[in-house]
């Protein structure tokens, strides 16, 4: 999982929902290809494999009785499959991988009613991305956000719970900044465009320190 990568780069965006996730990495793709030449392509979790549209239907309330570990696990399969079948052939061949939701999605969902050292050990086999950017939105303005694009929220989707889930990423943030892993936090709460420009900065300085 850890081989070096002469290339290819594998950077995750993270936020609540509502945080503008899918808007952001669409744009940071267009940046990375008109600025510096770079083809990235887009992930996203749940993936569109088998077991990630089985999670997109327990998540949206389709299928129902699946136990709070059982959903964690079939995450940690999503999210491995994926590296596999997916992100890994790609930055082999020294492309960019842009993915939507990772690994802090586990810790910050599944989190909610997991211990988040159980969450850290199914995952341990997880691929650790090469940049982590945080969207940081308030559960207010995430509600605000979904109610005015979505008839319909999803399981985890209510304010309560989003000051949870945030709660979690804030841990999680803190732990891999202490351990000195390469994350940043940008200001969701701005206009899309402003958010984007924060997001270009942080890349290109990270691209800098790549150099």
């Known amino acids: 999982m850890n081989k070096e990568r002469k290339k290819g780069k594998f ?13 952001q990495t669409l744009r940071l793709k267009d940046y990375l290809l008109q600025n510096y030449a770079i083809k990235a392509v887009l992930a996203k979790e749940p993936s569109e494999g088998l077991i990630g549209a089985l999670i997109r239907q ?3 309330g389709r ?3 699946i136990h709070d570990r059982s959903l964690a696990l079939l995450f940690a399969a999503d999210r491995l499959d994926h590296i596999h079948n997916k992100i890994l052939p790609i930055l082999d061949k020294g492309d960019f991988v842009i993915c939507d939701r990772y690994l802090w999605s586990s810790f910050a969902y599944q989190g909610l009613t997991n211990e988040l050292v159980w969450i850290e050990e199914i995952n341990k086999y997880a691929l650790k991305p090469d940049l982590t950017i945080f969207i940081r939105v308030r559960p207010e ?4 956000r979904i109610c005015s694009s979505r008839i319909k929220t999803e399981i985890f989707e209510t304010r ?3 000051e949870k889930v945030l709660a979690n990423y804030e841990k999680i943030f803190k732990k891999w900044q202490e351990c000195g892993k390469n994350v940043v936090e940008i200001d969701g709460e701005k206009d899309p465009q402003s958010v984007q420009i924060d997001i270009m ?5 990270f691209l800098q320190r790549m150099e």
Not at 13 to 22: A, M, R
Not at 141 to 144: A, E, G, I, K, L
Request: charge should be negative; avoid cysteine.
């Open 160 to 162: 309560e719970t989003l």
């Open 58 to 60: 327990i998540l949206s």
């Open 63 to 65: 299928v129902t009785g």
């Open 11 to 23: 950077i995750v965006l993270e936020g609540i929902d509502g945080s503008g996730l899918s808007t």
């Open 201 to 205: 900065r942080s890349i290109d300085e």
């Open 141 to 144: 303005t995430s509600m605000q």
